[in-house]
């Protein structure tokens, strides 16, 4: 891979954490160029999803790539995958608390309830339009980015969810 100079992460009290990303219509090397630059930026601090907002584009993208690493030892391995314009179709009514930190909320891991299994929809790099059925793990990640894309952080879904419980670290 190609390594690019890492993108900066917004970080709580940024405003383009709380703003809703806009569609994506131009799927041209300018957006190859911003995925493989969130890709190394996601790779590089240890991360398993990195939605656009938190590099500062207000783009609908984001990339799930759910892998073992120090900060989820026990993640399942997924290609890096490309997630424009992406919509939830259906959730599951069974939730399941699950422990999540962020890469814009550095030092906070908060259990998070999210639906177990959802379909979703999404569009990949070349346009094409894709439907897929996602549980466990890898549907956590899409909830988390998907949440992302309209404004809200694991901080304010914590508020909206339950069961939850506050977990602090001194170590992100
Ligand atoms: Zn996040």
Do not use: W
């Not at 100079?5 to 405003?15: N, R, Y």
């Not at 160029?33 to 590089?44: C, I, P, V």
């Not at 992302?148 to 969810?161: C, W, Y």
């Amino acid at each position: 891979m190609q390594l690019k100079p890492l993108l900066s992460i917004a970080t709580t009290g940024e405003k383009i954490l709380t703003q809703i990303a806009e569609p994506v219509t131009a799927f041209d090397q300018a957006l190859h160029t911003l995925a493989n630059n969130m890709l190394n930026t996601m790779l590089g601090a240890n991360g398993v999803g990195i939605a656009a907002t938190q590099v500062f584009n207000r783009a609908a993208m984001f990339i799930m790539a759910s892998n073992p690493n120090e900060r989820y030892p026990d993640a399942p391995s997924m290609a890096p995958t490309v997630v424009i314009n992406p919509q939830i179709l259906s959730v599951s009514i069974a939730t399941e608390a699950g422990i999540e930190g962020c890469l814009s909320v550095p030092g906070q891991r908060l259990s998070i309830a999210r639906h177990s299994e959802i379909e979703v929809q999404y569009q990949s790099l070349d346009g094409q339009l894709h439907q897929q059925t996602l549980t466990g793990f890898v549907a956590r990640i899409f909830q988390h980015e998907y949440d992302h894309l309209q404004g809200i952080t694991l901080l304010e879904r914590i508020n909206l969810t339950t069961p939850q419980v506050q977990v602090q670290v001194s170590q992100c």
